[in-house]
């Protein structure tokens, strides 16, 4: 009886651990089929989508454009220098203030430059008077030669000192000339009509020839001028248009190509090109452009006809881009299930302000999408679009 014990005992503790497998495995097995009774359930659901959901794929015309940025530039600007030493007198005007073509802007100080002139001149009426007195002698010893009373060799000499007399006085003159040059070129004027976009000197300061005084540009024709990558470059012509913005501004400025620099840089390899910054049309408030501002958009270089969608359409959460694709099922195509088609994007362009892009490869003309604002959805999920939305309107913008 003692030796039944240990065994009666043992086989009570392994039925009861059976037991407890079993209870286990069966708990498991219920959690597992409440599982797969669930994800069958979650499968079989149908998705109720609005009909602006859903995107029929279209071919679009689209602008294709490279971005581009630079500087602004007045086409016409000047800057006034001294061109000769002195001390600078009279100039009141500051940056910004208007400028008028021809309007004296300062003066260097004139005395100096007054004193050399009157001895010149000075110097110059002295010249005449002797080359009169030897025209008068010569008169008379060319009567006189002709009456035999003196050689022709001393006409001879007459004519020359005469001559002499004459270049004299001709040197004198031009060297009036130049000082009186010199004393209009203490007065500075400007050139063009504009504003003062930069002073570099004030009133008692001593100026060199060829110092800077003051900067004025002319801000009613501006251009842009850009740095292009190599790449890019190739596809520039003449006559074509971009949409440029200031940054943080939402006022768009147009502006056209009119040249392109033959020489591409050295260093970069980058090629310059400017353009003209169209004038506002009538009625329209002139943009304040200044130049030195930066403008960046887009420059328009071809068109296309192609297959495009949004680009918010197009997800990227795979290894190869893909969109959403709605596809008919059964025999009547009236249900709609969704399917993961891989595309290959193409170039991208801006419409009525969204990114569209181009489809190359993946999508035809007819089929639907859903657009960005749906989410992601698992393959072959049930869809059904609003009573309304069938057929589904075409989503795409006018070209």
């Known amino acids: 009886m003692k030796r039944a014990l240990p065994w009666l005992a043992a086989a009570v503790v392994i039925a009861l651990l059976a037991s407890g497998l079993w209870r286990g495995f069966k708990t498991q097995q219920q959690r597992q089929q409440a599982l797969a009774q669930a994800e069958q359930a979650k499968a079989q659901a149908v998705y109720q989508l609005a009909a602006s959901d859903a995107i029929t794929v279209a071919p679009q015309t689209l602008v294709l454009s490279l971005p581009i940025s630079g500087t602004v530039q007045a086409v016409h600007t000047a800057i006034i220098k001294a061109r000769i030493a002195g001390e600078l007198q009279q100039l009141q005007l500051r940056e910004g203030d208007p400028v008028q073509a021809g309007q004296v802007v300062a003066r260097v100080d004139s005395t100096e430059s007054q004193a050399r002139l009157a001895q010149a001149q000075q110097q110059a009426d002295a010249a005449r008077a002797q080359q009169d007195i030897q025209q008068r002698q010569y008169d008379n010893n060319r009567a006189l030669a002709n009456q035999g009373f003196i050689s022709a060799t001393a006409l001879d000499s007459s004519q020359s000192q005469w001559q002499a007399a004459q270049a004299n006085y001709q040197a004198a003159r031009s060297a009036a000339d130049v000082l009186r040059k010199n004393l209009s070129d203490t007065v500075l004027r400007s050139p063009i009509q504009g504003q003062v976009a930069r002073k570099w000197v004030s009133n008692g300061e001593k100026v060199g020839p060829d110092a800077n005084v003051l900067e004025i540009v002319d801000l009613r024709e501006l251009e842009l001028q850009a740095q292009m990558p190599a790449a890019d470059s190739l596809q520039l012509r003449l006559g074509q248009t971009a949409q440029l913005q200031v940054d943080g501004s939402g006022q768009t400025i147009s502006a056209q190509v009119m040249r392109i620099n033959p020489q591409a840089d050295a260093n970069s390899r980058s090629v310059t090109v400017y353009l003209r910054i169209a004038p506002p049309a009538a009625g329209d408030a002139a943009p304040a452009l200044r130049q030195g501002l930066y403008l960046q958009g887009q420059l328009a270089t071809d068109q296309v006809q192609t297959i495009a969608v949004p680009l918010a359409a197009v997800r990227t959460d795979k290894p190869e881009p893909y969109v959403q694709l709605l596809s008919p099922q059964g025999e009547s195509g009236a249900s709609l299930q969704v399917q993961h088609q891989p595309v290959v994007l193409g170039p991208r362009s801006q419409l009525q ?41 075409v989503a795409s913008p006018a070209s």
């Open 353 to 393: 302000g969204k990114t569209w892009v181009a489809i190359r490869q993946g999508l035809q003309a007819g089929q639907r999408i859903l657009g960005g604002q749906v989410g992601q959805l698992r393959e072959a999920t049930p869809v059904r679009l609003a009573p309304e939305a069938a057929p589904a309107a």
